[in-house]
């Protein structure tokens, strides 16, 4: 029996490599020498990455060679079909045959099965409801009645529309996101990983808690590489999460800095997750202006994190790390600068108004040349196949993602849906801005727990959004709202997969260590509010508006961290903890009383807690 196995599993492993290098070496080209028309790029995109999706996931059962086999052959026959369906098309619109027809159901059908078997159960289940709500919905009665779709008109809407299974949602993961992924998965085979972590080491580890603020410096490095959660605990955490242990810090705690600062990847600039990429599109602008919008926010989250970190260390009297043990900032410079070049590549093109996809090229070929020649032993054929591989089994599910939300996106816009959960919102909400984002906020949490954030992207803008939009908010403040909380979902229980993932390496409960995470993250949840109100955090209004915004809120991140962790100079008590709450949510708010409030609120917590000290001390 293993006789007959191991040659299949030869075959496969090695269509799969296959696929992978076609993918890379297509989107390469495409990146290099100008992206093709969408469709063109999305059918060849879906049909190479369909395929390894399949390859990658084996069928079971008896036979299921031959299942796997006829799938694959579906997922390119429909994918390179729609690309002349598509030419049609501009020459006999709306005119559609049977075979058509036929080809839509196929798409629907393996690409619904497929996420079942690849992603779990909740995405397509939900994808199945907006289907039948679409079908169905000329029953419902009240504001949710629709007009009488068929399925023809349904299936033909799914496989062309611009905002179906190949529209703008797929676009993106065609465009740019492999090639990011080959990015990440390169800079980590060449060690830019541990020369992150090194770093992070070398400049914070020398203070109470070092090795969790090499871990959350660590993490925040990687994060702009790969920009995923549960890949950058599975990347760093498997080192620094040991570490943290090892120096003193509990088992949950240590996961959830983890869980926290890997999790930030993906807001934290340049290469934030695939919905910084997905919010360009949607808003129609450069993927730069996300990411300058992103900045500030993303520093005040990590600044929060490491001062509650160090305040743990200091409370729970966690001694500092030996600075024998430290390698020298100087040396790691000295050995391993070279590391650095392809990420400051990366951001110098991105913010000097290159494309996402222009931008990675460059710093895929930079990377492959600085590595040429200062580490020449760190990459080979063999080594840039397994990347190949690596990044196509990567994008697989990303991808999925991405075709499973333009399924919701076009049926949301086919039956209008979106305007009516957005009416109920604001009905539900009496014109009440605070209360249309708690709503806002819960629903992002919900949607998030089961789906990817990609998904969990898509879906609440379309429905969420026109809802905050209406109250005159800026739009990017709008969508980077929805952004902050899909992200924060993969560290938010019951189906929190960064916490998880930590909790596995750090062998804590899952729960404990889901909900240390929540705590330690609590400046990503009050953040996103205050950027509604006062955008300067989002670089909007004039240059002292946004140096006094920054000012205050930094000053705001560092006291909510000390206050989450109960610690400053002495253990807080929970009176002071809330002084200092409340202190820090006012000075996040822009102006000057606020700001007057809430440092008055702040020094007399950490006045009385200091003088708490000294008379103790007396006694």
């Known amino acids: 029996m293993e006789n007959t196995l191991k040659p299949r599993g030869d075959l496969r492993e090695g269509l799969i490599l296959i696929f992978s290098l076609a993918l890379v070496v297509f989107h390469l080209y495409t990146a290099g020498f100008g992206i093709l028309p969408g469709y063109i790029q999305m059918g060849v995109h879906w049909g190479l990455i369909g395929s390894i999706v399949i390859l990658a996931r084996p069928s079971q059962f008896k036979g299921g060679i031959f299942f796997d086999a006829f799938l694959v052959c579906a997922v390119l026959g429909y994918s390179f079909y729609q690309i002349f369906l598509q030419i049609r098309l501009t020459e006999r619109p709306g005119k559609y045959t049977d075979l058509d027809i036929f080809m839509a159901f196929f798409c629907v059908a393996v690409g619904l099965f497929l996420g079942y078997k690849v992603l779990g159960k909740i995405l397509p289940t939900i994808c199945i409801v907006f289907i039948l709500y679409a079908y169905l919905g000329h029953y419902a009665t009240g504001m949710f009645e629709t007009s009488r779709f068929t399925i023809r008109r349904i299936l033909t809407t799914l496989y062309t529309a611009g905002d179906g299974m190949f529209g703008s949602t797929l676009n993106v993961s065609a465009r740019f996101l492999l090639l990011f992924i080959f990015f990440g998965h390169f800079m980590e085979m060449t060690g830019c990983g541990e020369f992150f972590v090194n770093i992070a080491n070398s400049v914070a580890g020398r203070v109470r808690g070092g090795p969790a603020q090499a871990a959350i410096y660590s993490s925040m ?49 340049p290469i934030m997750g695939a919905s910084a990429f997905l919010m360009a599109e949607t808003l129609g602008i450069q993927y730069s202006e996300v990411a300058i919008a992103a900045l500030i926010p993303a520093v005040l989250y990590y600044a929060t994190l490491s001062a509650s970190v160090y305040g743990y260390a200091r409370k729970d009297n966690i001694p500092p790390v030996d600075p024998a043990t430290i390698k020298p900032f100087k040396k790691i410079m000295m050995e391993d600068w070279y590391h650095a070049i392809p990420l400051i590549t990366i951001v110098y093109l991105i913010f000097g108004g290159h494309s996402a996809q222009r931008s990675v090229f460059w710093a895929i070929l930079v990377s492959f040349g600085v590595t040429f020649i200062f580490n020449r032993r760190a ?102 709202f929805i952004l902050y909380f899909g992200a924060l979902s993969s560290i938010t229980p019951p189906v929190a997969l960064s916490a998880f993932t930590a ?117």
């Open 221 to 269: 490095l990687m994060g702009m590489v790969n920009g995923s959660g549960a890949a950058n605990v599975a990347t760093t955490g498997t080192f620094t999460i040991p570490l943290m242990k090892k120096t003193g810090y509990q088992a949950k705690t240590a996961g959830a800095v983890e869980a926290v600062a890997s999790s930030g990847g993906q807001i934290m600039p």
């Open 379 to 480: 990459i080979s054929l063999e080594k840039f196949l397994t990347i190949c591989k690596k990044a196509g089994k990567g994008c697989g599910s990303l991808a999925l993602s991405c075709m499973l939300a333009g399924v919701i996106m076009s049926m949301i816009n086919l039956t209008g849906l979106g305007l009516k959960i957005s009416a109920i919102i604001q009905s539900i909400a009496g014109g009440n801005l605070m209360l249309t984002l708690v709503l806002a906020m819960l629903c992002s949490l919900l949607l998030g727990m089961g789906l990817p954030t990609t998904a969990a992207y898509i879906v609440l803008a379309v429905l969420i959004a026109p809802a905050i939009s209406a109250f005159g908010v800026p739009q990017i403040a709008v969508h980077m």
């Open 503 to 619: 909790a596995g390496i750090s062998g804590a409960g899952l729960w404990e260590t889901g909900f240390e995470s929540i705590k330690l993250a609590a400046a990503g949840f009050i953040i996103p509010f205050i950027f509604i109100y006062s955008d300067q955090l989002l670089m909007i209004g004039t240059a002292s508006e946004i140096a006094m915004a920054c000012a205050t809120a930094a000053i705001a991140s560092i006291a909510l961290g000390f206050a989450l962790c109960g610690w400053f100079i002495k253990p807080m008590n929970i009176f002071s903890r809330l002084m200092v709450g409340a202190g820090c949510i006012c000075l996040f708010v822009y102006g000057v009383v606020t700001d007057l409030i809430g440092i008055v609120l702040i020094v007399a917590a950490f006045a009385m807690n200091l003088l708490m000290k000294r008379s103790m001390k007396s006694n």
